[in-house]
């Protein structure tokens, strides 16, 4: 029985765990299981029950102590270690039953995503533990007042896209905070015409960039990363919204993988 997971990346402070305790929440509302695993072994406190947790393999504090590593050097050799034991996390995620939605609320270190293979490697284990996976990369909705942070946002989104390959979908987070924005403007950024953001970013940069703007500018709209889901957790609609957006997405994929199934008549045939 295929299962479907969510892994929820982004930068620090982006939302991810908030979100996480949201659709958590919403699920509970309308009785559809969903377990959240952390996977962040510096994490300190939780705003929503958590399932499984990877402090209870390895945490940041303990290695940090017993090896004289930095907080960053210590993150690394948690993740490797888990890698490294995920017989752990596949026992867990077995106690769950089948129709359960599993949600992986992950560091914000990018560069766990976007350098290290960690992800890559946990991703393609879940696929062969039979689950269907959809990333969510988180941007603060702060980020759309600057262009420049907007971009590098973006740039980011994108090499954690090409680093996982399993479908994906940006999100904006905290748009509650954008209410005193135009509409306008929001929509401007939800599905970015991307000579108006090469321009805004223009406007800001040295001219001698332009030629660097231009090319950055095409690569993410050729990759359509300019694309944006808008979330605002406070409104369930919101949240019941980019939940059947995932469920959709993750259906078709299933339908996909399943059309590419040989089936066994015709493998033998080939024999
Ligand atoms: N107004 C508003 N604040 C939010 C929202 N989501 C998160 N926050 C706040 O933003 C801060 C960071 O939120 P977290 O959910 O901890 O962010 P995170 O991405 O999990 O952060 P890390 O665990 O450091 O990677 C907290 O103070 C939250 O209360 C939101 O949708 N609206």
Redesign the pocket.
């Known amino acids: 029985m295929v299962k479907f997971a969510q892994v929820v990346l982004?930068?620090?402070?982006?939302?991810?765990?908030?979100?996480c305790a949201e659709l958590q929440r919403y699920c509970n509302d309308k009785r559809r299981v969903l377990h959240v695993i952390n996977l962040?072994p510096a994490?300190e406190e939780f705003?929503y029950a958590v399932s499984v947790d990877i402090r209870d393999l390895i945490s940041v504090d303990e290695v940090g102590e017993e090896m004289s590593l930095g907080p960053n050097g210590a993150l690394v050799y948690c993740m490797e270690f888990m890698l490294h034991n995920l017989e752990w996390l596949e026992d867990k995620l077995d106690a769950f039953v089948d129709n359960d939605y599993v949600v992986f609320?992950l560091?914000?270190q990018i560069e766990l995503y976007t350098h290290f293979p960690f992800m890559r490697e946990l991703i393609s284990k879940l696929h062969r533990w039979d689950f269907r996976v959809q990333a969510l990369y988180?941007l603060d909705s702060q980020f759309m007042a600057d262009s420049t942070k907007f971009f590098g946002g973006c740039i980011t989104a994108l090499s954690a896209m090409i680093q996982l390959e399993i479908p994906h979908l940006n999100i904006m987070?905290?748009?509650?905070?954008t209410r005193d924005m135009t509409k306008r403007k929001v929509d401007e950024y939800m599905d970015a015409d991307i000579d108006m953001l090469i321009s805004d970013l223009s406007r800001t940069t040295p001219p001698r960039f332009m030629k660097l703007n231009n090319a950055m500018g095409s690569l993410l709209d050729d990759f359509g990363m300019v694309s944006f889901v808008p979330?605002?957790?406070?409104d369930d609609d919101s949240i019941a919204t980019l939940l059947l957006m995932v469920d959709l997405a993750l259906q078709y994929e299933d339908e996909v993988d399943q059309s590419r199934e040989v089936p066994d008549e015709v493998d033998e045939c080939s024999e």
């Open positions: 982004g930068p620090a402070g982006s939302g991810k765990s908030t979100y962040d994490a705003k609320d560091p914000g988180f987070s905290k748009m509650d905070l979330l605002d957790i406070t």
